[in-house]
């Protein structure tokens, strides 16, 4: 178990009012996020524990591995929560292009809300002192016009999945004023990264074919965020005081185009760009030709975040530039 891991890290809480151990709970372990928060927390020895569907990964010595079917609403968490100082919590039901579900809806509530109040509820009879939740910068909305969202602005969630993040976010801030235990609330935008799935493995593929890209008039301005920097956020909000019953917005701190994003993947992966210059006003016939809008808006739109908050409340920066953390991906993807 926890107490028998020989490297540990000393912590002093602040407000959490703990001089012990922090004990780290991690679901979705295995996916994209939470195996790269994993090797941090074991790469500094923070006594840790993972929350796994299946014990298929081989694991670090002194990884405590808690089996649990599944986020579900009647899931049993107890003793997985047992000991534990701090959850962090990257399981979901994520969006998906086709969703098979007769209800979408009902199903992202039932995993996202449901399950996720399920696992914050006996954490917080078991004594977790903070609840860390990842959520989707969709809760802020689809896209940006004038200003970039920031962290209190009023929510807008424009689909199923954003509003059962939404909807999570709201119960747990409930939860925490019933309870007392904390909660840390985090919406990033599109994560990148080694292994990185869905949009940002489609352009990595695309460039690396040197497949032509309509994309080159395309004038929005996007931000993102490296995996390496949200990893070290999430590390910031395991035991800093004034993390407490807080949302935060992350990003690499650097905003640009679609357009320019694919170039500098390219010059990351020493090839030659080939976005074909073609107005937005035709891409835009085709997509509704094609009934592709949904996916066209997600890829055009401007999508900005503003991380003020995240910085003065936290004194947190990001660790990498997007330069720098684009030639990991793509050295990672050879």
């Known amino acids: 178990m926890l107490d028998a891991i020989h490297c540990f890290r000393t912590q002093n809480h602040g407000q959490c009012g703990l001089t012990m151990q922090t004990h780290v709970l991690i679901t979705g372990a295995t996916g994209f996020l939470g195996s790269a928060l994993a090797r941090r927390l074991v790469a500094e020895c923070w006594p840790l524990r993972v929350a796994v569907r299946r014990p298929q990964t081989q694991w670090p010595a002194g990884v405590d591995v808690a089996l649990v079917p599944s986020l579900e609403p009647d899931s049993d ?12 919590h990257c399981a979901a039901r994520v969006h998906v292009m086709r969703d098979d579900a007769l209800d979408p809806l009902d199903e992202f509530r039932r995993i996202n ?28 909305g689809a896209e940006t016009f004038v200003q970039a969202f920031r962290a209190d602005d009023p929510a807008s969630p424009h689909s199923a999945y954003t509003l059962s993040k939404w909807e999570a976010e709201q119960e747990l801030m409930r939860l925490a004023r019933e309870t007392g235990m904390e909660v840390v609330v985090i919406r990033p935008p599109l994560i990148y990264g080694p292994g990185a799935p869905g949009n940002f493995a489609q352009l990595l593929r695309a460039v690396n074919l040197c497949l032509p890209l309509p994309f080159g008039r395309v004038q929005n301005v996007r931000s993102f965020v490296a ?10 909000c395991i035991d800093h005081p004034k993390a407490a019953n807080q949302i935060f917005l992350v990003s690499d701190g650097e905003d640009l185009s ?4 694919i170039r500098r993947i390219a010059i990351a992966r020493g090839k030659f760009s080939a976005l074909v210059p073609i107005p937005e006003s035709w891409l835009w016939m085709l997509a509704r030709v094609l009934r592709k809008e949904q996916q066209l808006r997600k890829i055009t739109c401007s999508l900005q975040v503003d991380i003020e908050k995240t910085v003065s409340v936290l004194s947190w920066h990001p660790i990498i530039s997007l330069d720098d953390a684009l030639v990991k991906s793509v050295r990672s993807s050879k």
């Open 258 to 261: 679609t357009a320019d994003f």
């Open 77 to 88: 968490w107890h003793k997985a929560v047992q000991g534990i100082t701090v959850v962090v």
């Open 227 to 236: 995996l390496e920097n949200v990893v070290d956020l999430i590390v910031r």
């Open 113 to 140: 809300v449901l399950g996720t109040l399920k696992l914050a509820r006996q954490a917080a009879e078991a004594g977790v002192k903070r609840f860390i939740l990842i959520s989707s910068v969709g809760v802020n």
